[in-house]
């Protein structure tokens, strides 16, 4: 049974993406939260009312309680039956659980004994790339291997071709009826052609919530069920996200987190030109959530239309860093390359591990500040430092603060974002629901592969342009 669901304990520090500390130029103003806060308090009654009758129904994932209850029993006894466990998802259907499992397991689980893994190894099959699928399936068990394959409508290629040959590979090894029993689909409750698979076959099945988008599922089984298989207290997730859905009850900029970090992200966008948002967490546990996080905002607001059917190209371009390996890689651009960047900085008050740095050798001196330190202290002092350089550069920046990773903070990251950026869409005045510049290379992926239906569109595609050789650089040409 769930937890007690706590208080939300993130804190928004975003003094450095004012006006007061990196200038008008570039910073916002308290006048400028005050002319959102009227598109922010109707747009929240929206959403509100829209809840209340049966839409936004992402916001009731927090309260499945009773699907997380079944999951955790699923997976408590399937650790103990299976050495390996593969998820087969692209998108939606596989980085909210790649980030659960990077933040909350041991880095290096995969490589762990089993009497120290606390369930199967992990393993993706994402992107169809035939190096990595096949070397995937060289190296698992497919004896004791346990596949669950993600997707809504069963309809997406990547996840159907990769769930294929994983498939065919399992039942050469274990036979028809064996492999049936070692695979689960997370698919639509009632339609599709997953669900259509899972019928004819027997697969145990567990439901993509209807009515949600595939980036916003990360705390339905989509997201659950990889987590529990990793060992991770699935309810705790649960009990962060709803810990941050009550924080977030008010229509104020500044009393509600995630309309304030929406507030600052598309006023700096649309009135400061900073087109891109960087996520820089200081943890590399933190780093696949900059991952689904790309894709949340990516999607979520990258619109040609905007609601009332005009050209408006909105959206910010999402940028993921690691502080503070990128200390040496892409701050140099970030302080003194185009100041086109919203910053936001992602800090840790005490991390799960403490390691002192001991003392260095007595005839290297130029070392000796380092003694007596701590890695953490280090990292942390890093991310203050990379603050400050930033506002004095005139870089807008703000900081997240966890008091730790655990569970329940990876629960209120999640909520927080997707609330961020439903009000960001609401500001920018696009759905940020659907992805419709998806579906062109859908379609043409469809044609190229010889799908029935798509055969005129197919034609299009294969027919060379006259002057094609002409653009073209080869070796003999």
Request: proline fraction near 5%; charged fraction near 25%.
């Amino acid at each position: 049974m769930p937890k007690a669901a706590g208080k939300s304990r993130l804190v928004i520090d975003y003094r450095n993406a004012t006006a007061d500390a990196v200038g008008k130029e570039n910073g916002i103003s308290q006048a400028d939260l005050d002319g959102v806060a009227q598109t922010i308090s109707e747009a929240h009654a929206r959403i509100t009312k829209e809840h209340q009758d049966g839409g936004q129904r992402w916001m009731n994932l927090p309260d499945n309680t009773d699907l997380a209850d079944e999951i955790q029993q699923f997976a408590q006894e399937a650790r103990g039956q299976y050495h390996d466990f593969i998820l087969v998802g692209i998108g939606g259907s596989s980085l909210g659980a790649i980030a659960t499992v990077q933040a909350l397991t041991h880095p290096f689980r995969n490589v762990l004994p089993d009497d120290r893994r606390d369930g199967p190894r992990f393993f993706v099959l994402d992107n169809p790339d035939p190096e990595k699928v096949s070397s995937t399936l060289d190296t698992v068990d497919l004896d004791r291997t346990l596949i669950n394959v993600v997707t809504k409508s069963g309809q997406t290629a990547e996840t159907m071709a990769n769930f294929l040959v994983a498939r065919g590979a399992l039942i050469d090894k274990v036979g028809d009826e064996q492999a049936k029993k070692q695979i689960v689909a997370t698919t639509d409750p009632e339609e599709g052609l997953l669900r259509k698979l899972a019928g004819q076959e027997g697969y145990r099945t567990f439901p993509v919530p209807p009515g949600v988008d595939g980036r916003q599922t990360v705390l339905s089984a989509v997201g659950l069920i990889p987590a529990a298989m990793c060992g991770i207290d699935i309810h705790q997730l649960l009990a962060g996200a709803a810990a941050m859905r009550a924080r977030c009850q008010s229509g104020d900029v500044r009393e509600n987190p995630a309309y304030l970090l929406a507030a600052l992200s598309v006023l700096a966008d649309q009135k400061y030109d900073k087109s891109m948002l960087v996520m820089m967490p200081y943890a590399d546990a933190l780093f696949g959530i900059g991952d689904w996080f790309r894709q949340l905002w990516a999607e979520s607001l990258g619109k040609r239309l905007s609601t009332d059917n005009k050209d408006v190209y909105a959206g910010q371009t999402p940028i993921k860093s690691l502080g503070a390996i990128d200390q040496h890689s892409q701050i140099q651009l970030y302080t003194e390359g185009p100041n086109d960047k919203l910053i936001s900085l992602i800090g840790v008050d005490e991390y799960r591990a403490r390691v002192e740095i001991p003392a260095p050798p007595a005839s290297i001196p130029d070392l000796s500040y380092l003694e007596g330190g701590e890695l953490g202290q280090l990292l942390d002092r890093e991310r203050k430092a990379t603050a400050w350089a930033l506002t004095q550069a005139k870089r807008p920046n703000l900081t997240i603060t966890t008091p730790k990773i655990d569970a329940f903070a990876v629960g209120e990251f999640f909520y927080l974002f997707e609330l961020q950026t439903v009000m960001a869409g609401a500001i920018y005045n696009v759905n940020p629901f659907g992805q419709p510049g998806v579906e062109a290379g859908k379609n043409a992926t469809y044609a190229l592969m010889g799908r029935s239906g798509y055969e005129s569109l197919r034609d299009d595609l294969l027919t060379k342009p006259d002057d094609a050789d002409t653009f073209v650089n080869a070796p003999g040409t």
